[in-house]
């Protein structure tokens, strides 16, 4: 995509800009509406990937070596993941260049009249992709930042500047470089052990996110319980009643209640309570992606529409049909392949409670038997959920685990995928370290109506092309 004619460069910033890890989820769509909006974007990243291929097609120089800096560059942003002592990070340093996290310049971006952060450990990405649909049909003028890949629209726009939306990312505590008018909330389970030790520390980050909002907004938050059992996330400021909220979810004593109703994939109600001022709603919603994941994370996009000053000017049935057609993220409950009565999805889910609504998904829509890869995200992760991810995989008929993607982290002594091994009861359960042991096991057993997924955040999605084979029988 070229330079848009009308835009100016982002005030405040400077014009030479080079992303380092310029093809992660959260880093592409920083760098191609900087490049729309004329600055001299450049990046580097390890792989040339479909992203960074995209990104070479819009005109932006990308390097697949990440040893040297552009000469013509005036700063140079980073991932959090990304330590300084990286050769591009530490040529910055010694020519005396800024180097700015990815959160500050979304924070920059997102100080808008109208900014609304979606957080939450699981959700946050769909949510934000149903709010930029909603933009996009209800507000063309709107903006979004999705760290993900959607079906139908870019994964950034910056707008007139007026309304934004942006997903909230709490590794590393990145999401408290946002001060937004609007704070949404999806599920929240403890998460990221090499940031947050325990649940109350991830909590503390979460309750600042909520101290920062500015204006006297409702937070929206989802209810009910988590996968591993524990209560419902409630920002401080909340419980202490210093700000108002706005619940959904398919609880009864939510604010906004999701009420399943045949027809559809899946379809729902969206009713009101009297005594939030809402008495009035029933709204029809026909959702096109399976689970009750996705029918609470629609509900909360049209949340923020029903209780923001901005949005109470939209047309909610309008808004509700608007979310009828959205057909979801890459790499989430997405339908890679299909052979005869066989399919192969792919998932992103790498928390227990994801993979469990992920698995109760599948099951809404599969007769057959189940067959879930999955490859553990980080050894951070099994050590501290080796038992819950078990159990949440033994909703399948057929369970596979696959060598740990470690990302950013070192392996440790006596971690692997076999560490969930004995947590598993489904009835088929099994590690695997080579693609020929997988493909064997699949042909071996492969019933003609059989679902197999792979379910995780690492490079599991790099086997579809001969798992597609082996469905093919």
């Known amino acids: 995509m070229s330079q848009h004619p009308s835009f100016q460069p982002v005030a405040d910033l400077p014009l030479r800009i080079h992303f380092c890890g310029i093809g992660g989820a959260g880093m592409n769509g920083l760098a191609r509406v900087l490049h729309q909006a004329g600055h001299v974007v450049t ?39 990304m330590p300084l002592t990286h050769a591009e990070l530490a040529a910055a340093a010694a020519r005396g260049l800024p180097i700015m996290r990815r959160a500050e310049l979304l924070g920059r971006l997102c100080h808008t009249p109208v900014s609304v952060a979606v957080a939450g ?38 707008g007139e500047g007026q309304v934004r939306v942006c997903e909230a990312d709490e590794f590393d505590r990145s999401f408290l470089e946002l001060h937004p008018t609007h704070l949404v909330l999806g599920a929240v389970d403890w998460d ?28 929206i938050r989802q209810v009910g319980k988590s996968a591993l059992g524990g209560e419902a996330y409630v920002p401080a400021c909340v419980r202490q009643g210093r700000r108002r909220e706005i ?88 339908l890679i392949a299909v052979s005869g009565s066989r399919r192969l999805y792919d998932d992103y889910a790498h928390h227990p409670s994801e993979i469990a609504a992920f698995l109760q998904g599948l099951r809404e829509i599969s007769k057959g038997p189940v067959t879930v890869i999955h490859q553990p995200h980080t050894f951070s992760r099994v050590r501290a959920f080796a038992q819950a991810t078990g159990e949440a995989l033994s909703q399948a008929d057929r369970a596979i685990l696959w060598p740990v993607f470690a990302a950013r982290e070192q392996p440790e002594d006596g971690i692997s995928h076999r ?14 370290d080579q693609p020929e042991e997988l493909f064997a096991e699949l042909r071996h057993r492969l019933a003609p109506d059989e679902i197999v997924a792979t379910v995780g955040a690492g490079d599991l999605y790099k086997l579809h092309a001969d798992l597609q084979k082996v469905l093919e029988g």
């Open 43 to 81: 990046g580097s990243d390890r792989d040339c990937t479909p992203v960074v291929e995209e990104l070479l097609a819009e005109g932006i120089p990308v390097r697949l070596s990440q040893q040297e800096l552009p000469e013509e560059t005036d700063l140079v942003v980073r991932t959090a993941a």
């Open 121 to 158: 450990t699981h959700g946050k990405t769909t949510i934000t992709a149903m709010i930029a649909q909603l933009l996009s049909r209800c507000a063309p003028d709107g903006g979004w930042f999705i760290g993900g890949t959607h079906s139908s629209l870019p994964p950034a726009r910056l």
């Open 192 to 219: 990221h052990a090499d940031i947050y030790p325990t649940r109350a520390h991830m909590e503390e980050a979460f309750d600042q996110l909520a101290e920062q909002i500015r204006g006297d907004a409702p937070v």
């Open 247 to 334: 619940t959904v979810g398919e609880e009864r004593q939510a604010s906004l209640r999701v009420v399943p109703r045949a027809g559809g994939i899946n379809a729902f109600d969206l009713l009101g309570r009297a005594e939030e001022g809402l008495g009035h709603l029933r709204l029809r919603v026909d959702l096109g992606l399976p689970g009750a994941h996705n029918r609470v994370n629609a509900a909360t996009a049209l949340a923020w529409l029903l209780v923001g000053e901005w949005g109470r000017s939209v047309d909610m049935e309008k808004a509700a049909a608007a979310l009828e057609g959205f057909q979801g993220l890459a790499r989430r409950f997405q």
């Open 419 to 432: 560490s969930i091994l004995p947590w598993l009861k489904a009835p088929r359960s099994l590690a695997l």
